[in-house]
């Protein structure tokens, strides 16, 4: 067998439903993607073309396709299928397919994960534009925050230079985030009517405070005093993404970050209210942190392998497992670390949790976290002409598919039961007071573990999750698009 091709991995989380197989294992009897079958496909219309094309990326690339039998055996499974309620989003806010191509939403609609989606060809180019957009943020000149409400709009401030002392912030205040929606706020700082909230619903107070929309840095860094004197580095991570504020990404920031804190013998890292992003990146932050060869995570893939018979080339789908590892020891490796983690740490943010936490024992402090252990390719247009020829067909629209779930390095999983806090803290200030306790004893080793129950994030027919795949999500991911 040789490989066909191989695309780029998008880490959205991971997840491990089936156990591992070898890189030489490949699935039982999944449907064969032809040239004839090609050659059949583009003497159809469009549409069918595009129904062959996500079937046959389904088939080699969904991990959960002939896993779970979540695929029907033939494409004929799904031709006249679909309707007008299988174009909505998951969040039922805009629509996914146009009406020659609800047939293609309507065979992803039966896949069980929520974050493998299709877009159509109409719908895709406007999709991918607001994925791939610079992401920005609101800013308070002088002041960070974070997210603790995401569904209300309410944050809570988390660090306050003198600048935003002089504005009359203080950590520990929380605020609406519709302050911002309703101020037309530009690059420059501009005054804006804060709206800060108090302990009783109708409680609140206002205060003006220059603020701006604009593109941040990935990595931020601010010192705490603790109790004792010493004064503790906060490195908070947005998100991991390849391409941030400069060409270098979240990795380089990080990097820069643990330079100017060198000599610190700790450092708290804060994931709170961090989405996740890019592989590359998350396990080049956590591998400042580890000594050569700690296992950062195991990652097991779906791939596609390419067999000919009968002079035909037929396709099939195989499990691939790759072990991630420190290949040098980390810039960081000796320091004392204390994470910071929410339930909106997810993806990328929780690997990192899970990497430093199962080895260096670190404790984290915070709330459970999003459990989020699964990870996606994206795929649109056309593969190149030598590609093409083999008889690989690409969808046209955007297709998004699970592809990849992972063990952490003692083959373990929080994958939809999230990361214990070893300190379960409310509110932000709470939580960054006990960090900055912990890092300055430098003593506390983690105790907790996973989750046991399952939080319902993962199945389109969950009805205890508050929170399903949508738009926002996959913005807040940082999908890279493989044309």
């Known amino acids: 067998m040789k490989k066909l091709f191989s695309l780029p991995l998008i880490l959205l989380g991971f997840a491990a439903i089936i156990s591992a197989c070898s890189s030489d294992d490949s699935s039982s009897n999944p449907p064969s993607g032809s040239s004839s079958d090609k050659k059949k496909a583009e003497s159809d219309d469009p549409v069918m073309v595009e129904l062959e094309a996500n079937y046959q990326m389904l088939d080699m690339f969904y991990i959960y396709a002939h896993a779970r039998g979540e695929l029907a055996e033939s494409v004929d499974a799904y031709v006249g299928k679909g309707s007008a309620k299988d174009a909505k989003d998951v969040d039922a806010d805009e629509d996914r397919c146009s009406s020659d191509y609800y047939d293609v939403c309507y065979m992803y609609n039966q896949m069980k994960d929520p974050y493998t989606r299709y877009y159509d060809p109409t719908i895709a180019p406007e999709v991918i534009e607001e994925l791939m957009e610079p992401e920005e943020e609101f800013v308070i000149v002088g002041a960070d925050y974070v997210v603790t409400d995401a569904e209300e709009g309410v944050a809570e401030i988390t660090y306050v230079s003198d600048e935003g002392k002089a504005q009359g912030l203080k950590v520990g205040d929380v605020f609406s985030l519709w302050s911002f929606y309703f101020a037309k706020i530009g690059k420059k700082p501009s005054e804006v009517l804060l709206l800060l909230l108090g302990d009783e619903e109708d409680e609140f107070d206002t205060v003006y405070v220059q603020a701006k929309v604009a593109k941040q840095p990935t990595v931020a860094l601010h010192y705490e005093e603790a109790e004792n004197g010493d004064s503790i580095p906060v490195i908070r991570i947005r998100e991991f993404d390849v391409k941030t504020v400069g060409e270098g990404g979240t990795k380089e920031e990080f990097a820069e970050a643990i330079k100017k804190t060198e000599g610190s013998k700790s450092v708290i890292i804060d994931l ?13 932050t956590s591998a400042e942190f580890l000594s050569k060869g700690d296992t950062i995570t195991i990652d097991i893939t779906a791939e596609i392998d390419s067999v000919k018979e009968k002079g035909e080339t037929r396709y099939v789908q195989k499990m691939d ?21 929410d339930d ?3 993806s990328c943010a929780e690997l990192m949790l ?4 199962t080895n260096k024992k670190s404790p984290i402090v915070g709330a459970l976290s999003y459990g989020k252990q699964i990870g996606q390719i994206v795929v649109t247009g056309s593969l190149d002409e030598e590609d093409s020829e083999d008889g690989m067909l690409v969808p046209e629209g955007l297709a998004i598919i699970t592809n990849i779930y992972a063990y952490d390095k003692d083959w373990k999983q929080f994958q939809d039961l999230g990361i214990v806090p070893d300190y379960e803290i409310k509110g932000a200030s709470a939580q960054m007071k006990k960090a900055v306790e912990l890092a300055a004893a430098g003593t506390e080793k983690r105790t907790a573990g996973y989750g046991t129950e399952r939080l319902g994030h ?6 205890v999750s508050n929170r399903k795949a949508s738009i926002k999500d996959l913005k807040r991911m940082r999908y890279k698009i493989t044309r």
């Open 272 to 284: 709170r209210n961090n989405g996740g992003g890019e592989t590359e990146h998350c396990n080049a």
């Open 321 to 341: 497992t790759n072990v991630v590892v420190a290949d040098k020891d980390g810039a960081a490796k000796d320091r004392y670390v204390v994470m910071l983690a």
């Open 344 to 346: 909106m740490s997810a």
């Open 354 to 357: 899970s990497a430093i936490a």
């Open 458 to 463: 993962f199945a389109k027919d969950a009805t």
